[in-house]
């Protein structure tokens, strides 16, 4: 089973994000702002996840012709990102910048404060992000979207154990849609844990609106049910240390 990038000559399963549709979103976004002038910093062609993007980018503009877009194709490494960025902007400077890696959008973000642009006030700055439970290296002033790796980790796991179990079945491919993460603040002034609070009460609100049930699990499970389930374990794993003589026995260390 190959995920996100789509193999070639492989007969594999397939499971990936919707890169097509998240881009255009993310276009589309930065065109609601008033951008006219668009660039996507994204990596080579050859990879499937980047071709999606582009697509998705392209259809975007072309929905809305007074706007305009370049793509810079660069490798998917903050350093050759870097590095075009700067070339580009001392021929042009872009209304918005959008990204296809949190590496690229790193690049992105230390070449418009090199070139004397602020990514809040001058330039919009967006990014197809990868979901984590640290937050500490995401910046508060760029729209990152969440590919969630559990996500695709638990249908690479089911498609995996069904072609186990039923070695005949063709190989398929299995698509997601993507979650917005969170707004940026251009302000700077809401903390992490505002920013936090607010995305989570949207989309709470609209599966609620879909008639959906929603229970919110903090990071870390990080609440009182959390607290007694970790006391839980601690307790388990006493008896377990208990039972095989562990903390106790001959060979408990001293």
């Given at each position: 089973?190959?995920?996100?990038?789509?193999?070639?000559?492989?007969?594999?399963?397939?499971?990936?994000?919707?890169?097509?549709?998240?881009?255009?979103?993310?276009?589309?976004?930065?065109?609601?702002?008033?951008?006219?002038?668009?660039?996507?910093?994204?990596?080579?062609?050859?990879?499937?996840?980047?071709?999606?993007?582009?697509?998705?980018?392209?259809?975007?503009?072309?929905?809305?012709?007074?706007?305009?877009?370049?793509?810079?194709?660069?490798?998917?490494?903050?350093e050759a990102a870097f590095r075009a960025m700067l070339l580009y902007l001392q021929?042009?400077?872009?209304?918005?910048?959008?990204?296809?890696?949190?590496?690229?959008?790193?690049?992105?973000?230390?070449?418009?404060?090199?070139?004397?642009?602020?990514?809040?006030?001058?330039?919009?700055?967006?990014?197809?992000?990868?979901?984590?439970?640290?937050?500490?290296?995401?910046?508060?002033?760029?729209?990152?979207?969440?590919?969630?790796?559990?996500?695709?980790?638990?249908?690479?796991?089911?498609?995996?154990?069904?072609?186990?179990?039923?070695?005949?079945?063709?190989?398929?491919?299995?698509?997601?849609?993507?979650?917005?993460?969170?707004?940026?603040?251009?302000?700077?002034?809401?903390?992490?844990?505002?920013?936090?609070?607010?995305?989570?009460a949207e989309v709470t609100a609209r599966y609620e609106a879909q008639g959906e049930?929603?229970?919110?699990?903090?990071?870390?499970?990080?609440?009182?049910?959390?607290?007694?389930?970790?006391?839980?374990?601690?307790?388990?794993?006493?008896?377990?240390?208990?039972?095989?003589?562990?903390?106790?026995?001959?060979?408990?260390?001293?």
């Open positions: 089973v190959c995920i996100d990038r789509r193999p070639e000559g492989v007969s594999a399963g397939f499971l990936h994000f919707d890169n097509q549709k998240t881009m255009m979103q993310l276009t589309k976004n930065c065109i609601s702002r008033g951008c006219k002038h668009i660039l996507l910093v994204c990596g080579p062609s050859a990879y499937s996840c980047e071709q999606e993007a582009e697509a998705g980018f392209n259809k975007a503009l072309t929905e809305h012709p007074a706007c305009s877009g370049t793509v810079l194709h660069t490798a998917l490494n903050k021929k042009a400077r872009p209304d918005a910048v959008l990204a296809t890696a949190k590496s690229v959008a790193a690049a992105v973000l230390e070449s418009l404060m090199l070139a004397g642009l602020s990514p809040s006030a001058d330039v919009f700055v967006g990014a197809l992000g990868e979901d984590n439970w640290d937050r500490q290296s995401d910046r508060p002033d760029v729209l990152y979207t969440a590919r969630q790796a559990i996500t695709l980790g638990k249908a690479a796991a089911a498609q995996l154990f069904e072609q186990i179990e039923n070695p005949g079945l063709p190989p398929r491919e299995q698509m997601f849609e993507d979650v917005w993460l969170r707004k940026p603040d251009p302000t700077g002034q809401k903390s992490e844990a505002q920013l936090f609070d607010e995305t989570v049930k929603v229970y919110f699990i903090p990071i870390g499970g990080s609440n009182e049910l959390g607290i007694l389930g970790y006391y839980e374990c601690a307790q388990e794993i006493a008896k377990q240390a208990d039972k095989m003589a562990l903390i106790n026995g001959p060979d408990a260390k001293k």
